[in-house]
């Protein structure tokens, strides 16, 4: 079944008004940073066809982000390699589902996907796990981050080309694995990740 909007619905009875849902793209890579989206949706305005990012086409998924955008209220966070390395990216998501939502205006309730909550969030708000499989806000978070992570890949790729992003991602796909190990190491990839590190390691007992 495609995501309805029963969560915001419960969450506008329990006397919430600006609800959003809120969901994280890049996760699984080896290099980039992770990307959240915060979406209000304007029950007039909701595009046709929200559905988990993972279930769409590249092509859809950029159609519905621009709907969304033009239709909703949108808010963006990131957090940066440098971050992942250091919180883990559990926390760099959860740092970025924070920056998204700060970056609306006086949200009152959040659906965040996922089981945990960010430890840290100032306001009242409810895990939803496959929420971006089950309700409409959070689907739209997950198309908007989904599409503007994809987007920072492919301008990365331009920099850093051999790695196939403008095509994985950055995901971990046996081409980025294998320049990985031919080419190296970028600035971009993130180091506390297993293939990274053991591409580092082993540069490291080389040079000895």
């Known amino acids: 079944m495609p995501p309805d909007d029963s969560h915001e619905r419960a969450a506008a009875i329990a006397g919430h008004v600006r609800i959003a849902g809120v969901d ?33 086409t ?11 955008h033009a239709g909703c209220e949108v808010g963006l966070g990131e957090a ?23 970056a609306l205006a006086a949200v009152d309730f959040a659906l ?14 409810r895990a939803v796990v496959g929420g971006d499989a089950r309700s409409l806000s959070i689907a739209a978070a997950s198309i908007v981050a989904k599409a503007t992570r994809d987007r920072i890949m492919v301008d990365l790729a331009q920099q ?14 046996p081409a980025h694995l294998r320049a990985l190990a031919e080419i190296g190491v970028t600035p971009w990839h993130r180091r506390s990740f297993a ?12 040079s000895r």
């Not at 850093?160 to 796909?173: I, L």
């Open 58 to 68: 590249a092509r859809a998924r950029e159609r519905l982000c621009a709907a969304i």
């Open 195 to 206: 293939p990274v590190h053991k591409i580092l390691c082993q540069g490291i007992s080389a």
């Open 24 to 56: 994280e793209a890049g996760r699984g890579p080896l290099a980039g940073p992770v990307v959240a989206a915060a979406v209000i949706l304007d029950p007039a305005r909701i595009p046709d066809g929200l559905d988990d990012s993972k279930k769409l």
């Open 80 to 102: 940066s390699v440098a971050e992942i390395d250091a919180l883990n990216i559990l926390r760099a998501s959860h740092l970025a589902m924070m920056r998204a939502l700060a």
């Open 112 to 125: 965040i996907d996922g089981n945990l909550l960010p430890r840290d969030l100032a306001l009242p708000a």
């Open 160 to 173: 850093h080309p051999g790695y196939g992003w403008e095509r994985n991602a950055g995901y971990p796909t």
